[in-house]
């Protein structure tokens, strides 16, 4: 499950957000409550073999041949898709289901899994990001005049709610907790809650997992995640190139490369997992091949959370026909150097011995995506109107960054 930026729960962290907010918010109900009982519908659907609309992005990318979240939480259950009803028989989890099954969806089970999204307080302003995940970006958005608003504050500021969820944890018998921002780094409650764990002996039975955007060092945390058993480090980067620095607003691409080194000496030093955490658009799908060498040399993997899909005018799938097909080359070209095995789809992204061939499989699968998804290009004038009016508030300009695009962006009144 997953507490959302603005505190209310959503029964999956990949579940498409068309109306978020329309869940019970924790203020409202516990999260055990809301784990046990609210989301039985959903449960009874699925075990009924009905297919959820929220499932549709990770549809999306079993189409073409991206791993997605359905298959990683089936995995923890020792279900494989390939093997359906013979692993489903055989899980260790056979009896919770059956028993779920029996009860219109109910579950005795407390969360074994889940997302915590601590707000919007973030120092970045990701091109592709909104006002909900970004504080930063909400402060321009209503300076020029893109929403009237800005979000209320974080939930986690909120002494009561933080408690809520800090004794809801306690509770449970979580396996994994996943944190994002914002910039978890330089959000408060990110600090509290991995010192209670501690003082709680729990750092030593439950894994953390974490994203940071790598502008910012704080070695209190630091000190604090390397006394937990596990921890898996997501760097979110969209590629090694000074575009990075206009995609991800805020950032500096020499302080990124610089603070992931640093990074990487952590999590090798502590046998960490480590992941760079992508978002390919239709601008960073250009030098995405960047991502994945540096990825390569290092045995890292490479895991997007989904097919981008808001907003949709950042989509690659906007991308000219002609344009497209040079992407795909860039990406097919860097393939080539490299032998990928003919195996089953590598569904556990964390195991660092296939971490090289998971990445190859990650690059094939975004060939995949440009070849066949549907030509979105019509949304080119709603992009250029966006990128006017976000660099005359920045002073920059995309041609500095990606000269390739002039053609296609001018044609589309730019």
Request: charged fraction near 20%; glycine fraction near 4%.
């Amino acid at each position: 499950m997953r507490i959302n930026n603005s505190g209310h729960y959503e029964y999956c962290r990949w579940a498409v957000k068309a109306d978020r907010n329309n869940e019970p918010n924790i203020q409202q109900q516990s999260p055990l409550y809301y784990f046990q009982f609210h989301m039985a519908p959903v449960r009874e659907a699925m075990l009924k073999g009905q297919t959820l609309p929220g499932c549709s992005e990770c549809y999306l990318q079993e189409q073409h041949g991206k791993v997605n979240g359905r298959q990683r939480q089936l995995l923890k259950t020792g279900v494989r898709l390939n093997d359906f009803e013979n692993t489903m028989l055989s899980s260790p989890w056979i009896d919770e289901f059956v028993n779920s099954e029996r009860h219109e969806g109910v579950t005795t089970q407390t969360p074994q899994d889940w997302q915590i999204d601590l707000g919007n307080y973030c120092n970045s302003a990701c091109i592709f990001c909104t006002p909900d995940s970004s504080s930063r970006l909400a402060t321009e958005y209503r300076r020029i005049g893109l929403i009237d608003e800005t979000p209320r504050a974080n939930w986690c500021e909120d002494t009561e709610k933080l408690n809520t969820l800090i004794d809801a944890l306690l509770q449970s018998k979580i396996k994994y907790l996943h944190f994002i921002g914002g910039e978890t780094l330089i959000t408060p409650a990110f600090k509290k809650i991995l010192l209670t764990l501690v003082e709680e002996n729990l750092h030593k039975t439950i894994t953390i997992g974490f994203t940071t955007n790598l502008t910012v060092w704080d070695q209190d945390i630091v000190d604090l995640l390397v006394q937990f058993e596990q921890v898996n480090l997501g760097m979110s980067v969209e590629c090694l190139h000074p575009l990075n620095d206009y995609v991800r607003y805020g950032s500096n691409i020499d302080t990124v490369k610089n603070t992931m080194e640093q990074w990487i000496i952590v999590a090798e030093q502590n046998h960490w997992v480590v992941q760079l955490r992508i978002t390919p658009t239709i601008f960073s799908i250009w030098h995405l091949d960047t991502i994945y060498q540096y990825a390569y040399d290092r045995n890292i993997s490479v895991e997007s959370c989904n097919f981008l899909n808001e907003p949709d005018y950042m989509r690659p799938s906007v991308l000219p026909d002609h344009m497209r097909a040079q992407a795909i080359a860039k990406l097919k070209a860097w393939l080539s150097n490299y032998t990928v095995i003919d195996s089953e789809q590598i569904i556990n992204t964390r195991n660092p011995a296939f971490a090289q061939q998971q990445l190859l499989q990650d690059a094939q699968s975004y060939v995949n995506y440009l070849e066949t998804q549907a030509d979105e290009s019509f949304r080119l004038p709603t992009l250029v109107d966006y990128l006017k009016l976000i660099e005359y508030s920045r002073k920059n300009n995309i041609l500095d960054y990606l000269p390739e695009y002039e053609n296609i962006l001018r044609s589309a009144g730019y």
